[in-house]
């Protein structure tokens, strides 16, 4: 039944053609087109998949809860050579007014100049300086991370997650889920601290396609 409502949406969509590749991944755990192993990654020049690219982030919220939210519509660039991983390059572009939560009221808030100041820092970016391999499948990414008009460096922890032709739109696709710990006062973003939390979890799912 589940197999069937999966091609039934798929048919309505007009993606009927992908089947094939998609069955595939009948078996649970099963991922159509993708590799787990990153010593057959294919090397190369990438650009961000903003549809399927979020920064996710958290923080305390009154000491009561944490509260998350995320931005999108994220582009860059990664630049990858499997046999030397601590080669890799990445720049990412963040556009502050794509910042949304679960309040269409907070989201305004947080775009104006107490918070972010879309208006007058309409983006953050994250280039990396150095990227250090930890184990087969994952790595330290330390780079400059500019927000808010302040630039820093950060580290991130990023864990490959898979690589492989994309069944639906049939480009080579790499993806990696990344981690990492900042002070939004650090950033002069300082409203509202210490009662809304300092310390931000960033969790960040990123998709990259292959160019040329």
Same mark, same amino acid.
């Given at each position: 039944?589940?197999?069937?409502?999966?091609?039934?949406?798929? &048919?309505?969509?007009?993606?009927?053609? &992908?089947?094939?590749?998609?069955?595939?991944?009948?078996?649970?755990?099963?991922?159509?087109?993708?590799? $787990?192993?990153?010593?057959?990654?294919?090397?190369?020049?990438?650009?961000?998949?903003? @549809? $399927?690219?979020? /920064?996710?982030?958290?923080?305390?919220?009154?000491?009561?809860?944490?509260?998350?939210?995320?931005?999108?519509?994220?582009?860059?660039?990664?630049?990858?050579?499997?046999?030397?991983?601590?080669?890799?390059?990445?720049? /990412?572009?963040?556009?502050?007014?794509?910042?949304?939560? =679960?309040?269409? *009221? !907070?989201?305004?808030?947080?775009?104006?100049?107490?918070?972010?100041?879309? &208006?007058?820092?309409?983006? &953050?970016?994250?280039?990396?300086?150095?990227?250090?391999?930890?184990?087969?499948?994952?790595?330290?990414?330390?780079?400059? !991370?500019?927000?808010?008009?302040?630039?820093?460096?950060?580290?991130?922890?990023? $864990?490959?997650?898979?690589? @492989? /032709?994309?069944?639906?739109?049939? $480009?080579?696709?790499?993806?990696?889920?990344?981690?990492?710990?900042?002070?939004?006062?650090?950033?002069?973003?300082?409203?509202?601290?210490?009662?809304?939390?300092?310390?931000? *979890?960033? =969790?960040?799912?990123?998709?990259?396609?292959?160019?040329?």
């Amino acid at each position: 039944m589940r197999n069937l409502l999966v091609a039934g949406l798929l &048919a309505t969509a007009g993606l009927v053609p &992908a089947l094939p590749a998609l069955a595939q991944s009948a078996t649970p755990g099963a991922t159509p087109g993708a590799t $787990h192993d990153p010593s057959i990654v294919k090397g190369g020049s990438f650009t961000v998949e903003p @549809g $399927h690219t979020q /920064i996710g982030f958290t923080l305390m919220h009154l000491g009561f809860s944490y509260y998350s939210g995320s931005f999108s519509n994220v582009s860059g660039s990664l630049s990858v050579n499997p046999s030397k991983p601590s080669a890799a390059k990445l720049s /990412i572009t963040v556009p502050i007014d794509s910042v949304m939560t =679960t309040s269409a *009221k !907070l989201d305004s808030e947080l775009k104006g100049d107490q918070w972010f100041d879309a &208006a007058k820092y309409p983006t &953050a970016t994250f280039v990396s300086t150095k990227i250090v391999p930890e184990g087969k499948d994952s790595a330290r990414i330390t780079g400059t !991370l500019t927000l808010h008009g302040v630039s820093r460096t950060e580290t991130l922890t990023a $864990h490959f997650v898979g690589a @492989g /032709i994309n069944p639906l739109d049939k $480009h080579y696709t790499i993806g990696f889920e990344a981690v990492g710990d900042i002070r939004r006062s650090d950033y002069g973003v300082k409203t509202y601290v210490p009662l809304v939390g300092d310390d931000v *979890k960033l =969790t960040i799912a990123g998709a990259f396609e292959q160019q040329g």
